[in-house]
Nanobody, 123 residues
Framework: QVQLVESGGGLVQTGGSLRLSCAAS????????MGWFRQVPGKEREFVAAIGGSGAFTDYGDSVKGRFTISRDNAKNTVYLQMNSLKSEDTGVYYCTARPRGNWHESTNYADWGQGTQVTVSS
């Protein structure tokens, strides 16, 4: 099992930026895909972004393409989510996740989850 700890959430105004971080335990961090999902009350978790082990491959949800960037530092066992041009609809709890089996967009495919960090975008 991989332990994941998110940080960097908070309150930001519309149009602003935030960077989320997720620190992972273990020695094999560079061997597995990492992802970010978000969730608001009453809705299913929504795929935000994912990145392959080497960092060469990335994928994004349609609602964040062109605004969010996922990256990773394998030397620090950390994945990042840079969020720019934030909108009110980006508000939610953001979860870091790891080791998917299959489709990166499906939350049920991921083995490990962090506790989540709240992002609130106010107008």
């Amino acid at each position: 099992q991989v332990q994941l700890v998110e940080s960097g959430g908070g309150l930001v105004q519309t149009g602003g930026s935030l960077r989320l971080s997720c620190a992972a335990s273990g020695r094999t961090f560079s061997s597995y895909t990492m992802g970010w999902f978000r969730q608001v009350p009453g809705k299913e978790r929504e795929f935000v972004a994912a990145i392959g082990g080497s960092g060469a491959f990335t994928d994004y949800g349609d609602s964040v393409k062109g605004r969010f960037t996922i990256s990773r530092d394998n030397a620090k066992n950390t994945v990042y989510l840079q969020m720019n041009s934030l909108k009110s609809e980006d508000t939610g709890v953001y979860y870091c996740t790891a080791r998917p089996r299959g489709n990166w967009h499906e939350s049920t495919n991921y083995a490990d989850w962090g506790q989540g960090t709240q992002v609130t975008v106010s107008s």
